[in-house]
Structure formats: structure tokens, C-alpha cells
């Protein structure tokens, strides 16, 4: 059966379906001789890498195999020996469960996978783990699993191809390559999808692909349990184009393909219909097929239906070894032939060379992070929100060609606008600013694979409390360690009248428990600047929180960055006498800095007897605990008789007791104690100062709280 005629039902939408399936060529008999080898390997080796490993996913790989054998072995432009080759396509495993696949694919053409991690599959430390992860191995161009991503992933790579080429092509040398993304039902269920394909098609990407494997089946059961949409008719609502066609029939699938080198105006859908497992006697087009082994006799039997030889454990016909040679050598002639029109470029357009370069290293002049700079000096001028002050670094950031400003439809609030650009859209790629829409997940998925390209540097920002609608994304930029600055703004409940639905509580604390993601919550306008000085020199994500009402100028400009911010933390001001007996040390972060300071100084006022105070400036607990054992007791360690610590943060106060308890306990012979102030609870619809006196965010109503503690240490 083939289905590329298929057309979708009629829509009320401008959105064609494509039509342009008049079959120009077919492929040839040497050619289809070499896809079914090609896919008779990805099912020999994918079902023994998933029986020896005793788990994976076999439905995937069985059903997708024709389809991976013409990806791999026709369609793509690509060169094994050149994995990061710039003008390659790109091929995503949205389905990251189907990851036997993606490796059996990769480790045929010639990538560098060995057969050793191949024998490997899902062990201790190997470089083809259950699900594929950026960076282990090559030829893998996201980390993919988490359904629905790896789609958002390749709109974000997509759209980084077109911006990179409209800043740099004076002819075709940068443009042309594909993304190629492949999807099952599970990631057209996930909404994140529906939010990349929204925006894929609004912007016209007509150097993407997606392919989706129809085929009926999801985990629990049959697809039409859950699931009864017609998601092709959704995607042409959204602006792509579709395409059918017949996942057993490689003719089927090159007319699917044919003509989108030449032809492509707009995302493509391609919908391969196949059956999930196939080959597998009693499995195949079931669940049962998804995700576990097929078991001995199953696994030989299937292996018999596709023609595969049993007798040998991850058997490769010598025949297509000696074809995927030849492969690799025509693959070597486009990479060279690319390379000399790359090097004819650089020569006609070194302005154009000079950009890229700054495009993949990244480097801005240090003299923008000083006090004497002209920002610098415009920081310290007067009290401003960080969010004000962070608008003010950006546009001066903006000079650089990698830096990409978006917002979830905020930046008028948020402040990521760039105000010497315009946005992007389909006529424009050039322009520094995206605007993501209200699509929060898929603005943090897409900054990822913007990331990914290693050319552009995305900013995107919401408000804080809506980073929980981006925390998946957020996790897995910091699992692959990218660049990407999240700018999270409105940090507190004292963003006002909004009220306790837009007011973060535990988003903070929240956002500090990822591995891998610095967290930085700037005290005064200048220490914005070094904060975006901290999130440049650090190898992955970054999130910047960001206060909606002005924040004092505390005096850390007059701090170098290495003793200060780039610390993580630090004393900030010391009140009273050295050798006083008793001492309340504040550590605190953002706008609640100043309100220590101002703590301190009524509490000094407040006692009579022999008490000093020392104000902590806490920004990033993850460049803190970078930080060497001497230098966290010269911050945090006492030496007076009684100590109280005082945690301050318009937030939940869970987490703070792992900073401050180890200094409890340290120092048995004196006596110490530790308060908490916070917000464990949500908040309330007023203005600032009366959310302040409700939640006693107040130096007069902490001062009476630490009197009371410090009487009974």
C-alpha cells in the first residue's frame, strides 16, 4: 500500500497541502540494492544491541528502518569524517526512545561509533546510552528523549541556519543544508511540539523537515485510545506543508523527499506511515513492539522475515561495508568541493570571515565590564530595577552579532528588546529580536537548539513565575551544558498588584536544584553587569533574576568582578565593633541585600550591648560553591562568642539551611543560631510597601525577630 496521494481533509487555512509529488525520478537498482542493505543492518544490529542489553526500544528502529537507510544513505548531506562539518545537515531523534536507531545508522556510515559501543548499548559510561545525549558521541546533534524537545530542538537549529546565513552569504555557501527531525505519536501529543510547529510555520522555515512516524501505536496501546486529531491537518493550520508517504517502500519515500533541495517553501510534515516492529512475528504493529526486547525467538524470527543473517551477532553484510566506502568517498568530494567554495568566500568577503569568526568565538571586550566604561558609569548613577539595568547591558551587548534577544510576548516588560533591531520574521532573518509568542516551553527548547549552533548566544526571558512552563527545556540545556541566558524578571512577591498568581515563591530555590544551572540574582544595577560578565565566562545556561522595582546602588562597582560576583558570594558591609562578642551575619541575594543593610544598621542602632553585623551578598550559590574551603570560612565563619545567621530572600526559605547549618556546627565552643526569613506561602494582590508590611519585609520587623532570637542563644 502507499499512502504519498493521501491528502489531508480540507481546512478553512491558506496552508496548502503539498502537492508536488509527480515522481521526477526513481531510484535506480544499484541504489535500492544498497537501501536494503543499509536497512537490513539497522535491524540486525538494532535488535542485538537492545537483546544483549536486555532493554531498549526495538519498534522504532524495525519500523524506521528504510527510512533511516535513505536518510542516512541518500538524503543527508553530510561526512562522517567531518561530524561538525558547518553546512551539514542536521538529523534529530525527536523519539529519543528509538535511540538502537540512531546509533546503528551513525555507526554504518563510518561515524565514530565503534562496534565496541555498539556491544555497549545502555551500559556504565558508554557512548550509546539509553537515550542519545549531545556530546557522547558523534554525529549526535541534541539530547532527545523527553518527547517532543529534540522537534523543538531542530525549529531552534533551523531558524540558527537562516539568521547564520543572512548575516553572512553573499552567495549559497552558507545556506542549503536541511534539519531533519524524526517524531512519533508521543511527541505530536507533547505541547511543546504544537508551540515549535506554531512557530516553525509562522516563520516559514523551508530549510526543515519533520517526519513523523504514523504508526498508530503509543506505549500503553492503540493510538486511537488517546489520540483521534488529524495531526496533518493541524500542521497545515500552522503553515507546513505535508507530505505522505509508505514507510516499507523506498520509492514511496524518495518521492516524499524528491524535490525539497530545490523546491521547499515552507516547513515540511512528511507522515511515514509504518508499522511499529516490523517483521516481528507476534509483535509487530502492537505496543508489545515499543519498549522491550523481542526475546530470543522472537528477535531470530524477525531477523528471518527481513532477510537477516542469525547465525552472527551484529552481522554487517560485506556488501554494503564495501558500498558505504564508496558512500563516504562521494561524501568527501561535497565536503572538499564545499571547503574550497568556503575558502573562495573568505577571500572575496573578509568582512563577512571577520563576523563569523566572532560568530563561533564569542568574545566580547572586557572594558564593557567596568566601572569607568560609559555603562558602567550610567549604572551607578542612580537606583534602577535590575530589569532596567539588565536592558541597559543587553543593548550595549548587542553591538556583537551572536547575541539574540527573545521574549514569550514580554519584552516590553522583561526588557529583552533590542532597540537597534528588528524582529524576525519570514523576509528577515538578519534581525536580533524573536518574539516567541506566548510559547514559553518552546522559546526555551528552541533557545537550545539556537545555542546548538554554536554561532548565536540567546537571551530569552519571561517573568520568573512562568520559568515553570520552561523547566524541561531549562533541564536539558543543562544537561548538554549550552549558552543560553534566561532572563527572568518580576523575581518577588513585591512586583505588586499583580497578585500571588504572577508573584514566584519557590521558582528561585526551584531553579537552583537543576545541576548545571547557574542561578544569579544581582543586588544593585551595576552587579547586573557582572552577572551577564559571569553568565558569558560560564560553559552552560544561565538564569538571571530580575527585580521589577528599583534596587539602591550598594557600592559593588567598586569591587573587582574576581572578588566579588565572580565569587558567587561575599561581604558586602560590616557594622560595629571587630571584637564584639555577638554577631548577626546577613546573607541575602537581589533586592533583599539592601534590605539587610538597612537590618543591620537599625540593629545596631537598636542594641546597646557589645554586637557587630556583616551584610553577605549571595548572587550565585553555584559560583559559590566553587569556591575553595578557605575562601568559605573567610566569608561565612565567626570568631565571637555568639553568632546568629540570617538568611533573607522574598522566597521560600527551604535550601538556605545547606549554605548556613555546616557553620552552625562548625565551631562547637561558641554558641550559634540560625533564622530564616522568607515567604512560604503565596502572596497577595497590593501595592510594594504594603506587601512588605503584610509579609514583614521590613528592617524594623526583621530587627524585633533577630532581638528575640539572639535572646535566647
Given at each position: ?40 543492518g539497522?535491524?540486525?544490529?538494532s ?6 542489553a ?12 528504510r ?7 541518500s ?26 536507531w ?109 517526519c ?32 505522505y ?40 504493529g ?125 519584552s ?11 524582529f ?51 533541564r ?80 559593588i ?88 545567621y ?68
Amino acid at each position: 500500500m502507499t499512502f504519498e496521494h493521501e491528502q489531508a481533509p480540507k481546512q478553512e487555512t491558506n496552508a496548502p497541502v503539498d502537492r508536488s509529488f509527480a515522481p521526477h525520478t526513481t531510484l535506480q537498482e544499484q541504489e535500492l540494492n544498497f537501501l536494503n542493505l543499509f536497512a537490513k543492518g539497522i535491524v540486525s544490529i538494532s535488535i542485538d544491541m537492545i537483546e544483549k542489553a536486555g532493554s531498549g526500544h526495538p519498534g522504532l528502529p524495525l519500523g524506521l528502518a528504510r527510512l533511516g537507510s535513505y536518510l542516512y544513505g541518500s538524503f543527508l548531506r553530510h561526512y562522517p569524517l567531518a561530524p561538525t562539518w558547518i553546512a551539514r545537515d542536521r538529523c534529530i531523534l525527536s523519539a529519543g526512545h528509538g535511540s538502537a536507531w540512531l546509533y546503528s545508522c551513525l555507526h554504518l556510515c563510518g561515524y565514530d561509533i565503534s562496534k565496541q559501543e555498539i556491544e555497549n548499548f545502555r551500559q556504565k559510561h558508554s557512548r550509546t546510552p539509553g537515550h542519545p545525549e549531545l556530546s557522547l558521541s558523534e554525529g549526535i546533534e541534541t539530547t532527545s528523549g523527553p518527547l517532543g524537545q529534540g522537534l523543538a530542538h531542530a525549529v531552534g537549529q533551523a531558524l540558527a541556519i537562516k539568521m547564520q546565513s543572512a548575516r553572512l552569504s553573499e552567495n549559497r555557501v552558507f545556506s542549503g543544508n536541511k534539519v531533519v527531525a524524526v517524531t512519533g505519536d508521543g511527541c505530536m501529543m507533547e505541547g511543546v511540539q504544537y508551540e515549535a510547529m506554531s512557530l516553525a510555520g509562522h516563520l516559514g522555515l523551508n530549510n526543515l523537515v519533520v517526519c513523523y512516524d504514523a504508526n498508530e501505536v503509543c506505549l500503553d496501546g492503540p493510538l486511537d485510545q488517546c489520540l483521534s486529531e488529524n495531526v496533518a491537518a493541524r500542521a497545515i493550520a500552522q503553515g507546513w506543508h505535508v507530505r505522505y508517504c509508505d514507510g516499507r517502500d523506498f520509492q514511496s519515500i524518495h518521492r516524499a523527499f524528491e524535490g525539497l533541495r530545490q523546491e521547499q517553501t515552507a516547513p515540511v510534515l512528511i507522515v511515514v506511515r509504518s508499522q511499529i516492529g516490523e517483521g516481528a512475528p507476534s509483535k509487530a504493529g502492537t505496543s508489545a513492539a515499543h519498549g522491550a526486547p523481542l526475546g530470543a525467538n522472537e528477535a531470530a524470527l524477525t531477523k528471518k522475515n527481513w532477510g537477516v543473517s542469525s547465525n552472527t551477532s551484529f552481522y554487517i553484510d560485506p556488501q554494503l561495508q564495501e558500498c558505504m566506502t564508496g558512500k563516504v568517498a562521494t561524501q568527501e568530494s561535497t565536503y572538499l568541493a564545499w571547503q574550497e567554495s568556503f575558502s573562495h568566500w573568505r577571500q572575496a568577503f573578509p568582512e563577512k570571515a571577520t563576523l563569523l569568526e566572532q560568530m563561533c568565538t564569542k568574545q566580547v571586550d572586557a572594558s564593557v565590564f567596568t566601572r569607568t566604561s560609559p555603562l558602567g558609569q550610567h549604572l551607578i548613577s542612580k537606583a534602577m530595577a535590575s530589569r532596567e539595568s539588565s536592558s541597559l547591558v543587553l543593548q550595549q551587548l548587542a553591538q556583537y552579532p551572536f547575541f539574540i534577544g527573545g521574549s514569550a510576548d514580554l519584552s516590553s516588560s522583561d526588557k529583552t528588546w533590542i532597540k537597534a533591531s528588528g524582529f524576525v520574521n519570514k523576509a528577515d532573518f538578519s534581525a536580533h529580536n524573536i518574539k516567541f509568542g506566548v510559547r514559553e516551553f518552546a522559546m526555551g527548547a528552541v533557545a537550545s537548539g539556537l545555542a546548538q549552533s554554536g554561532f548565536l548566544l540567546p537571551i530569552v526571558g519571561t517573568f520568573l513565575t512562568f520559568s515553570d512552563y520552561m523547566r524541561a527545556a531549562v533541564r536539558l540545556s543543562a544537561m548538554m551544558h549550552l549558552q543560553v541566558i534566561y532572563q527572568f524578571t518580576h523575581d518577588s512577591v513585591l512586583l505588586g498588584e499583580d497578585g500571588p498568581t504572577h508573584q514566584p515563591i519557590e521558582q528561585i530555590m526551584s531553579l537552583r536544584l537543576i545541576p548545571g544551572l547557574q542561578v544569579l540574582r544581582p543586588a544593585d544595577p551595576f552587579e547586573t553587569l557582572y552577572a551577564f560578565r559571569a553568565a558569558l565566562e560560564y560553559n552552560g545556561p544561565t538564569a538571571l533574576i530580575l527585580s521589577r522595582q528599583k534596587l539602591p546602588n550598594l557600592g559593588i562597582a567598586e569591587l573587582d568582578f574576581a572578588e566579588s560576583t565572580g565569587r558567587g558570594a561575599y561581604v558586602l558591609k560590616k557594622f560595629g565593633h571587630e571584637d564584639a562578642s555577638t554577631e548577626v551575619v546577613f546573607i541575602a541575594t537581589g533586592s533583599e541585600t539592601a534590605l539587610s543593610v538597612d537590618t543591620a544598621a537599625l540593629l545596631l542602632q537598636s542594641q546597646e550591648s557589645d554586637l557587630k553585623c556583616r551584610v553577605i551578598n549571595m548572587p550565585s550559590w553555584h559560583l559559590f560553591q566553587d569556591q575553595d574551603s578557605i575562601y568559605k570560612d573567610k566569608v561565612f565563619d565567626s570568631d565571637a562568642a555568639k553568632v546568629l545567621y540570617v538568611t533573607v530572600e522574598s522566597g521560600v526559605t527551604t535550601g538556605w539551611e545547606k549554605i548556613v547549618l555546616p557553620y552552625i556546627a562548625s565551631k562547637r565552643a561558641s554558641i550559634r543560631g540560625y533564622l530564616a526569613i522568607g515567604v512560604d506561602h503565596f502572596g497577595l494582590s497590593a501595592p510594594e510597601n504594603d506587601i512588605r508590611q503584610e509579609l514583614g519585609l521590613l528592617p524594623e520587623v526583621i530587627v524585633e525577630k533577630v532581638n528575640n532570637k539572639i535572646s535566647r542563644l
